[in-house]
DNA sequence: TAATAATCGAGACGGTACGTCCGGTCTTTTC
DNA sequence: GAAAAGACCGGACGTACCGTCTCGATTATTA
């Protein structure tokens, strides 16, 4: 007689048209709102959509935002013709970690970018499960290219053999993080150049 | 989004009473059902005390959690005795990292403490000016411990004269509080440890 | 004092289940609480309703008992086999009236009807808006009535041609509704007869 | 250790200032902004007094205003000069009652006198005993001089000896009253007129 | 090509919490 | 000891969204 909610749905009909609708939506509001303010309700009727359809797919707010965010970079690779992402190896360690580490400066303030991924950060704070699933998607990926490069590095003898590259990439990547999360400082190419500076000297053979 | 503030009410008149209630109501809410499903009303009615006594003093739920965890904070440095609170100096600077960075992951995993600075941590993501406040109450007053032992380090010629303090902290500090804030990776001592070796060959001479 | 009604609700799609326990509630309400005691959160909450549900197509509590009280006496028109209502014509004037008087002191003293009714009536001395709406839903249709009768009574020679009946109703209606609105004395069978005695005195030919 | 707050205040120590300040401040309320938004808040405000001092010498809103509006009316008594009030006796029956009605359809008409005598009513209707006392204090008295004139009437034939004085002068008064708190009919000299020709033909010897 | 079935836009529904207002009580300080 | 001031607890206000639930109207297979 009724129709089963927890069936899940035919994602064989789902309409294109409103997904990505739901997309824009939701990282318009979220830039113009901010993300407390951004509502299902309010995604639904910006994109010309019944609630439900938003229901239907995704369980929550902070989970239709991480796909948008996600298409959103994948469109944006696309556009740019998508040379496979690496951090260049131009045999100067020093010199490529300061090209990525200042590229990531523009894109930490690009409002576009900022807005969602504060969001996203802030919800994975609070929740793990979500937070798990930011970090696996997001944040990994773009932390393994510095693993890759750091043991190119290690087969040169840039960097100590017995050093774990996972840790290692932290001393760049997670003070960078924090300053932007938190607001603990400044955010510019030179202190991400200091950084570089500093954390290289740890790492180096003695 | 705050409350019409028409006439500031006398502080002198201020119930300590209603405000400790607070305090422990909005603490234990979100210990036991975490920030979001933590409201207003809940911690009013747990208290024991009006909405707009809430209302009156406070103009979110992010602030009276901040300042109830201030209040914990120092309630918790008086009843410790209260030893001024600085970074040993053993003359080993470490060792002397090594015990703070494990004494913060114990720290980092007490339930009482980590569900309230979690909640405030996220918040303060999204919510710049709180995000600051926390900073500036909270996170800034540690940090400028680690900057005091570094800087006692570079008299003792432990640490480069020329290297900043208030960056270098961040290489301990900030992979940790990466870690803790965004899942990225298990927080175990042998882990602080190890930043604290990879880092500090970068900041020692050479 | 009303709801913002952007986008007045679909008809159509209303729930009559809600309707009817909403008219139940407040009518039960009003008679077992008294009128200022009935809250539009304790309708709702007594008709297992959402307030919002209230909102969307009342304006306020006293719109809401107006209608309950309307519909109430449709239910009990319609119980009642529902003859048209008329005054009964005998021929014998002063007996139809006194007839009719002494059915509206029985109707008075019902709690049923006395509590929504007196509400309403005080509701509409105070708020003109709803007291017009009040008299012409309720009121007005009973006073027609005796325009008939008084009318048909001119036809037989009754009463004087150049009576207007519209006033002339009130000399046998106004006393009881004062009476009983205002407490300015007992209402019984022998002071109705009384009025029917005195005013028809008056409009009888001399 | 605390103040008894049933007992019954001293009244010799009582603040007339005060008393007079919460009149003025409930009767200019009621007629500025209707009798519901006036709040005893908002007279204390405006009375520049405290709260307490309302609601240690009046148990409620209606009865500060019930009092201020009884003071109004003997205030106004005063600076009229102010002879016993009587209805006059010219030995034309009707020619007074025309008079005093007319008088009585100007009164309904101001607006200092209509605003708060229609909230007493008001709240008279859903409240028994304030509205006996609301009848006893202000609308008997007014009765009584309608029992007096008629009385006389009787003496000097105009009336018959048999009719019960205070049930016949409701013919008179309560249509009126009716139209005024129901808004069931314009309120005009003319009606008042046809009102005394159409009521005193039944009083009148046959 | 028509029947069938699922998604879709729309929005009413039962709820929960918001932030505000006011009722009536209590406490502090002033007169 | 009354009065001005106003904080306090309580509770209703009217609003905003939540997540669920119908309701036709597409829309896309399947018969």
Redesign the interface.
């Known amino acids: 007689m009724s129709t089963n909610q927890s069936a899940a749905p035919d994602v064989t009909r789902r309409s294109e048209r409103s997904r990505r609708a739901i997309y824009e939506a939701a990282l318009a509001l979220v830039v113009e709102v ?3 303010r951004t509502t299902i309700e309010g995604i639904a009727s910006r994109a010309g959509v019944g609630k439900q359809t938003i229901y239907r797919w995704w369980p929550s707010k902070a989970d239709v935002l991480l796909e948008a965010f996600l298409d959103m970079g994948e469109q944006a690779a696309q556009a740019a013709g998508q040379v496979p992402y690496t951090i260049p190896d131009t045999g100067d360690l020093a010199a490529d970690l300061r090209l990525v580490l200042r590229a990531t400066v523009d894109e930490l303030r690009d409002p576009a970018f900022e807005a969602p991924s ?2 996203l ?6 929740n ?1 499960e979500l ?2 699933r ?2 696996a998607r997001l ?2 990926p773009q ?1 393994q290219l510095y693993v890759d490069r750091l043991r190119a590095a290690q087969d040169t003898g840039d960097v100590r053999p017995e ?2 590259p ?3 990439l ?2 760049f ?3 960078l ?3 932007w ?5 400044p955010i510019t190419y030179d ?1 991400t150049d ?2 570089v500076d ?7 053979p ?1």
Chains 1, 2, 3, 4 share one sequence.
């Open positions: 901010g993300y407390p504060r969001a950060a802030a919800e994975g704070v609070v793990e937070g798990r930011f970090v944040l990994e932390l050093v774990d996972r840790i290692a932290e001393l990547v997670s003070p993080a924090q300053r999360l938190q607001y603990t400082g202190y200091t950084l500093y954390a290289l000297n740890g790492l180096a003695r």
